[in-house]
């Protein structure tokens, strides 16, 4: 048997390597580890390869080097529509299908697994309750929802069929300040009771430290360090310590702000 299969490891990233159809080298040697349970933040700023490291979990993507393993087994070996069925993915724009209902979207996954309708109902049901769904939302469409309400529509769709690992591309970052709050506050009680493992890609270093168990900062396609939240702010390291500078100007700035 694989050691990560064992050990609490659910992915694993063993020094992969991936180049675009234009011939870029988006990653180079990437090697990590994604502990079960985890909320794992891939951090950088844009063209850093967070979405291409995402998108080589669920096989959206191909390494051109390297392996990528989920629950010790390698991702090239397993049906791909398998592996993506038993993968929750929420993305930034929600992905939910405009003549779908709300009802639908969400028991979308669990009607392609042939789920009793039934069961699907009050599955529905309860995963809305559970990010905030009110009933009455359950027969409109996409288009009459807020931002904030469709994120928790596609939330709810990822975890539909309950999957063992989430991964989650910039799913706040378009909404506004405060809905944007109160759904990482929702994240945040919503992983104490379900304890998924989260790959979870942010530009955002203040998102990364409050959400995250542990924080991989990438740069130019190579991983520069892996922190926990505390240990990201006392970092020497050079990147982590501009980052943090950053973030902590931002801080500044706004306290400044409000007492003018």
């Given at each position: 048997m694989d050691r990560s299969s064992t050990n609490?490891?659910?992915?694993?990233?063993?020094?992969?390597?991936?180049?675009?159809?234009?011939?870029?080298?988006?990653?180079?040697?990437?090697?990590?580890?994604v502990l079960r349970g985890e909320?794992?933040?891939?951090?950088?700023?844009?063209?850093?390869?967070?979405t291409t490291t995402l998108k080589l979990v669920n096989r959206l993507l191909s390494p051109s080097a390297g392996e990528v393993r989920v629950d010790g087994a390698a991702t090239a070996g397993v049906d791909v529509i398998a592996l993506r069925r038993s993968i929750g993915y929420v993305i930034q724009d929600v992905g939910l299908f405009p003549h779908f209902t709300v009802e639908r979207n969400i028991g979308l996954v669990?009607?392609?697994?042939?789920?009793?309708?039934?069961?699907?109902?009050?599955?529905?049901?309860?995963?809305?309750?559970?990010v905030g769904l009110e009933p009455r939302l359950a027969s409109r469409y996409p288009r009459q929802l807020s931002g904030g309400q469709r994120q928790r529509v596609g939330v709810a769709?990822?975890?539909?069929?309950?999957?063992?690992?989430?991964?989650?591309?910039?799913?706040?970052?378009?909404?506004?300040p405060?809905?944007?709050?109160?759904?990482?506050?929702?994240?945040?009680?919503?992983?104490?009771?379900?304890?998924?493992?989260?790959?979870f890609v942010t530009?955002?270093?203040?998102?990364?430290?409050?959400?995250?168990?542990?924080?991989?900062?990438?740069?130019?396609?190579?991983?520069?360090?892996?922190?926990?939240?505390?240990?990201?702010l006392r970092s020497g390291d050079p990147w982590v310590a501009a980052y943090v500078k950053a973030f902590k100007a931002g801080l500044d700035s706004a306290a400044n702000r409000g007492t003018e």
């Open positions: 609490g490891v659910a992915i694993e990233f063993r020094d992969v390597s991936y180049v675009s159809p234009t011939g870029q080298e988006v990653l180079s040697g990437l090697n990590l580890e909320t794992f933040v891939l951090l950088g700023r844009s063209g850093s390869g967070k669990p009607r392609i697994e042939g789920w009793a309708e039934d069961r699907i109902r009050e599955r529905v049901q309860e995963l809305s309750q559970l769709r990822a975890l539909a069929a309950d999957p063992a690992l989430l991964l989650m591309d910039e799913p706040f970052g378009s909404l506004d405060l809905t944007r709050d109160e759904l990482q506050r929702e994240f945040l009680l919503l992983q104490q009771r379900l304890h998924k493992t989260v790959v530009h955002d270093v203040g998102e990364a430290l409050r959400l995250g168990s542990r924080v991989a900062l990438m740069e130019a396609g190579r991983l520069v360090t892996v922190l926990a939240p505390q240990e990201f």
